[in-house]
């Protein structure tokens, strides 16, 4: 590629310091008029009926102004997953429902002046539950005679795909390329195994928050932490059955999402109380909340099979998945799927079978999580990968480097398994996968430290694994960018794309700017605002650089041209060929350079006025994944069965990094949640399905006392069907956690575990199973 | 019934009426210090850091009639985008923020850090910070940050050893 002026370049997030300087910016910011304070009541139960509700008390208490039950609210069944439209997701919701599905689920919310007043007033509404069995085992939704959980009549799934809820059966996929028997008959050896992806919350330190007035024309204004506002203004206006165009969408900047604020899920009550009082509502989860309530990785069994040849060559990759969406069917598909799509064609093998079940059950739900399935199912697919090796004889590096796909290559299963339906066939342009495990075997000292011995009580291993994603959803995601010039020779770049923390607002500016031959500063970036900015799909499925990234290139080529035209009209020549711009000017050999500001002054106000300005969109046909490869370093005390990890290595190819710094940010910040969520994080459930440690003191995420070294080498690649080169890096780095870390606790100590997290209890009782050898 | 308090914000005092369970978080919140996060309202996750007579603390773990008469620290005292500080300058430059909801409270606790001790090492500042929850940036890059602080804050006092 032709060389970058700022691509490339790891210019300041343009957010960064006012952030850093605490300048108000997020949603609990905004300046409403005393807003009311609102506040729902969660269920006690994990499955019940609602036989009675008596608000009155609360409804007398001065001070509240709204409360809300199944009652007196629209009864629309929707689904919360902040999906394109249809959404691959049952609808299985109601705003409230007249039965509850989970501890936490939520059973009525009030408004009151003050948060004070709203609490008292949640304990003044009398329920009369009638408790139904539960389903607190994913393993046994499905059993005859199991309590049905959507019993509802209006349930039902929007795209045509397996559903049957009187079943518990949420999702299911199926999907084989060549023939499984044959790749079992040829294996030399075969390996297999079931590894649980357990429980997890992902921990935004801002939890879910969304505000809500009306604006001086009657419409709804809501100002919501989300990474959709397109499809939060969407499921809002038809959860609550009002027109879309009432409604506007504002995300601020938020105080980070992973995923869990891909789900609309206060929107449609904030709206509802806004309505109903008229007064501006603010509703914001408690920690508690987050934790109960909101969302959850799914847990997911994975069960595996792979066969190899003594050549090292694979016949064999047969997965099966059992996957726990919860109460709710919230991605209960999607999620599932990649859990096959982005992970079974990381490996060449012409034998491969998915076979994927989600089930409800009367436990937390379910959601995105940064990973999307792959996180759980590369636990199964990357342990088992060195269990082969084992049994082969070789170095897990080496059995990686002989299997995995290459550029050039494909995979039956890009075609074969797609979001919640068919995927398209793509041919891997980009892979840098060779240089990640050959540059993170180094860092970490692998070969060395492979042969090393390992006695006594405390044992150091090391582990690897590989990895891949995709970027973005094919043929299905779009995002659109706005660009026009203003006097001073700045730009307006307005874009649905959703910045939740990441970055993306800054290397899009850099994108522009990049074309228009001007600095980041010179872009001023005004994105997700429903009224003000053109649609995008949001921040999920690792989709923004990648996506938005090619509509911003499309429109600031357009204003480009547009510029040219001017600038023809200034010189009085009639083509544009030759013309640059560069140093904020139009430049052309033998012509005096026109400043910027001078084109747009002669557009506004010269001459055939007019206002220079473009607008994109962008979709895709492929989804080419980043490849990552992790190494850690762990030390299992065999006597207390802790383990401590000493270093971390993630190789990332991510394409071209347009911001380097960030690129780096985004692993780091997806390797320390996938260590955390492998060595402490988890749902401590009693046997009435409620979680015992919704608290950070009780549900530990890493702090920086827990950090073990971690290092991040960016592999450069270029993807030409990315803009500048780039694909997508925000999510891969998650996966690694649990299988590197299983691995590198295999190698030091000899034990095998196949559920997270990888606390002392756990090693201790493998170490006692193994004879402590 | 209301009490009445006086804090000095930022080096002005303020006076208040407040009803006495009300926390310090809350009360600089609606005073307009709305740097100070709310990330959790139970002591576990640093958003809401402030400083107190120079100590660094998080302010929802009190009321704000326990801080009756104390000088308060919070971001919005430090520094502002047209005159940043140090700290601030430095968490940009590496980019040790992401979503930046965190990072309020975090610079107080650096700042508290690097009043007390200039020069700290990897370990210290892992100490010092073990309270301040990220869960953005794996931390890797604050701790960059922190370094890259407390090195031109010791050079601008004149201090040039490493
Ligand atoms: S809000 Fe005070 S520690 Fe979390
Ligand atoms: S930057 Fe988002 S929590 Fe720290």
């Known amino acids: 590629m032709s060389k970058t002026r700022l691509v490339g370049k790891s210019v300041p997030k343009i957010d960064g310091i006012t952030l850093s300087c605490g300048m108000p910016k997020f949603v609990e910011d905004m300046p409403l008029k005393n807003p009311l304070c609102a506040r729902i009541l969660p269920s006690p139960y994990a499955h019940a009926v609602i036989e009675d509700i008596d608000t009155s008390d609360a409804e007398k208490l001065p001070g509240v102004l709204a409360v809300l039950t199944h009652k007196n609210v629209p009864r629309i069944v929707h689904t919360t997953a902040g999906q394109g439209y249809p959404e691959p997701s049952p609808y299985d919701t109601f705003i409230l429902d007249r039965k509850v599905r989970f501890v936490g689920d939520r059973v009525a919310v009030v408004a009151a002046e003050t948060p004070e007043i709203a609490d008292e007033a949640l304990s003044l509404i009398r329920v009369r539950y009638r408790e139904l069995p539960s389903v607190l085992d994913p393993w046994k939704a499905m059993d005859p005679g199991a309590p049905v959980i959507h019993d509802e009549p209006e349930a039902y799934h929007p795209i045509s795909a397996k559903y049957d809820p009187q079943r518990n059966l949420a999702a299911e996929v199926k999907a084989v390329a060549g023939d499984l028997a044959a790749g079992e008959k040829e294996a030399d050896f075969l390996v297999e195994g079931t590894y649980h992806a357990h429980y997890a919350q992902h921990c935004p330190i801002e939890t879910h928050i969304c505000a809500g007035e009306l604006d001086h024309n009657n419409r709804l204004v809501l100002?919501?932490?989300?990474?959709?506002?397109?499809?939060?203004r969407r499921i809002t206006a038809q959860a609550l059955g009002i027109p879309l165009k009432r409604i506007r969408v504002i995300k601020p900047r938020i105080g980070g999402g992973f995923g869990a604020k891909q789900e609309v899920l206060l929107e449609d009550l904030t709206a509802l109380l806004v309505l109903t009082t008229r007064r501006p509502v603010v509703l914001k989860l408690s920690r508690q909340e987050e934790f109960l309530s909101s969302r959850t990785r799914h847990q997911m069994f994975t069960t595996m099979k792979i066969g190899a040849k003594k050549d090292g060559s694979l016949t064999l990759m047969d997965m099966k998945v059992l996957s726990n969406t919860g109460a709710y069917g919230s991605h209960a598909l999607t999620v599932m799927s990649n859990a096959g799509s982005k992970v079974l064609p990381l490996y060449r093998c012409s034998n491969i079978g998915f076979h994927g079940k989600t089930v409800y059950t009367n436990l937390p739900v379910g959601g995105a999580y940064r990973g999307y399935g792959a996180t759980q199912s590369y636990f199964a697919q990357e342990c088992l990968i060195d269990e082969m090796a084992e049994k082969l004889g070789m170095d897990p590096v080496d059995f990686r480097l002989q299997n995995h796909i290459r550029t050039g290559e494909t995979s039956p299963i890009f075609k074969a398994l797609g979001e919640g339906r068919e995927g398209n066939e793509m041919y891997i342009q980009s892979c840098g996968i060779i240089e990640c495990i050959n540059l993170g075997a180094q860092e970490i000292g692998w070969?060395?430290?492979?042969?090393?011995?390992?006695?006594?009580?405390?044992?150091?291993?090391?582990?690897?694994?590989?990895?891949?994603?995709?970027?973005s959803i094919p043929d299905i995601d779009m995002g659109s960018v706005y660009i026009k010039i203003n006097d001073d020779g700045s730009f307006n770049m307005n874009l649905g794309a959703t910045d939740l923390g990441t970055g993306s607002d800054t290397i899009f500016a850099q994108m522009a700017a990049e074309i228009l031959g001007v600095e980041s500063e010179d872009i001023i970036v005004y994105s997700s605002d429903t009224d003000m900015t053109p649609f995008d799909v949001g921040a999920y499925a690792s989709s923004t650089t990648y996506l938005s990234g090619q509509a911003v290139i499309k429109s600031a080529e357009a204003v480009?041209?547009?510029?040219?035209?001017?600038?023809?009209?200034i010189w009085g020549v009639t083509s544009t060929e030759g013309m640059e711009l560069r140093e904020h000017c139009v430049n052309l050999s033998g012509k005096d350079p026109i400043l910027l500001s001078k084109i747009a002054c002669h557009s506004l106000y010269a001459h055939n006025q007019h206002q220079i300005a473009g607008n994109e969109s962008h979709i895709t046909k492929v989804s080419p994944p980043p490849f990552s490869a992790h190494f850690a370093e762990v030390e299992v005390d065999t006597l207390t069965g802790a383990v401590r990890v000493l270093k971390y290595v993630a190789a990332i190819d991510c394409g071209t990094a347009i911001n380097p710094r960030l690129a780096e940010g985004q692993t780091e910040g997806?390797?320390?949640?996938?260590?955390?969520?492998?060595?402490?994080?988890?749902?401590?459930?009693?046997?009435?399905?409620?979680?015992?440690?919704p608290s950070f003191n009780h549900y530990h995420i890493m702090r920086t006392c827990d950090m073990p070294e971690i290092k991040t080498i960016l592999v450069?690649?270029?993807?030409?069907?990315?803009?500048?080169?780039?694909?997508?890096?925000?999510?891969?780095?998650?996966?690694?956690?649990?299988p590197v870390l299983a691995n590198a606790i295999y190698h030091a100590a000899g034990i095998r575990l196949k559920e997270g997290p990888f606390t002392p209890d756990r090693v201790l009782a493998a170490l006692k199973k193994k004879g402590n050898g | 019934m209301k009490k009445n308090l006086k804090l000095q914000i930022n080096g002005t005092w303020k006076e208040f009426s407040i009803e006495p369970g009300t926390l310090l978080l809350d009360l600089l919140r609606t005073a307009g210090y709305q740097g100070v996060k709310d990330g959790c309202r139970e002591g576990e996750c640093g958003a809401c850091t402030v400083h107190i007579d120079g100590r660094p603390i998080n302010s929802c773990t009190l009321f704000a009639l326990q801080a009756d008469g104390r000088s308060i620290t919070t971001i919005e005292g430090l520094g502002n985008p047209d005159h940043p500080h140090p700290i601030q300058e430095a968490f940009v430059e590496t980019g040790a923020v992401q979503c930046g909801f965190c990072i309020p409270g975090k610079i107080m606790s650096v700042k508290a850090l690097l009043d007390r001790?200039?020069?700290?090492?990897?370990?210290?500042?892992?100490?010092?910070?073990?309270?301040?929850?990220?869960?953005?940036t794996g931390y890797v890059k604050q701790i960059e940050a922190v370094k890259l602080a407390a090195r031109r804050i010791r050079e601008k006092k004149g201090d040039h050893h490493e």
């Open chain 1, 670 to 693: 997806a390797v320390a949640n996938g260590i955390s969520y492998a060595m402490w994080e988890q749902y401590v459930f009693n046997d009435k399905g409620r979680m015992l440690n």
């Open chain 1, 223 to 232: 100002y919501t932490s989300t990474q959709v506002p397109f499809h939060a």
């Open chain 1, 716 to 738: 450069p690649t270029y993807e030409p069907t990315g803009p500048f080169g780039a694909k997508s890096v925000s999510e891969i780095s998650i996966n690694g956690g649990l």
């Open chain 1, 560 to 569: 480009r041209a547009q510029i040219f035209s001017v600038a023809c009209e």
């Open chain 1, 447 to 471: 070969r060395e430290k492979r042969m090393s011995v390992r006695e006594g009580r405390f044992r150091r291993g090391v582990g690897m694994c590989s990895l891949m994603q995709g970027s």
């Open chain 2, 117 to 136: 001790n200039p020069d700290p090492d990897e370990h210290q500042i892992r100490e010092a910070l073990s309270g301040n929850l990220c869960r953005c």
